[in-house]
């Protein structure tokens, strides 16, 4: 698919959970590592969502924080994925971070200059990149 959200990621669906408005839709990514997406019950009805299938996950790069400590904090992001930096390309206000995920996908997150000097963004950082689940689009194969 030739989309603009930087970050796809093959996976499969492991769950669902339907509500009365949205639905919760569990994804493993190779790696197993896990995130979730919160769409539409119309959206799994047209887009067939159902445990096992095949699914494109899209997330926008500036919807990626990128988080170097936690401190005594918890977030409600409900994906939380564990990453190693392995570029920072500088930009004249904004920055690209790429991490790496444990199963090899690659993520990218458009950050502030003033963040990445602030956080102490360099490759080989251990940091973790968070997400909403709202902000996950899946994409199905017709």
């Known amino acids: ?3 603009s ?17 949205n639905a919760e839709v569990f994804i493993t990514l190779k790696g197993d590592e896990s995130l979730v997406a919160s769409i539409t019950k119309e959206s799994i009805d047209t887009l067939g969502i159902k ?8 997330v926008k790069a500036p919807q990626i924080i990128i988080v170097s400590d ?9 994906n939380q994925l564990k990453t190693t930096i ?3 390309t ?15 996908n690659l993520i990218t997150a458009t950050v502030t200059n003033d ?18 689940a709202g ?3 899946l994409a199905v194969k017709s």
């Open 1 to 3: 698919m030739k989309a």
């Open 5 to 21: 959200a930087r970050n796809q990621f093959q996976g499969t669906v492991s769950k669902v959970i339907i509500g009365a408005v």
């Open 51 to 58: 445990e096992g299938i095949e699914v494109l996950v899209l």
């Open 70 to 78: 936690f401190g005594d904090f918890k977030v409600s992001a409900r």
């Open 86 to 88: 392995t570029q920072v």
């Open 90 to 104: 500088l930009g004249a206000v904004n920055a690209e971070v790429v991490m790496e995920l444990r199963g090899g």
């Open 115 to 132: 963040s990445v000097e602030t956080l102490g963004l360099v490759k080989g950082a251990a940091v973790t990149a968070i997400f909403k």
């Open 135 to 137: 902000a996950v689009i």
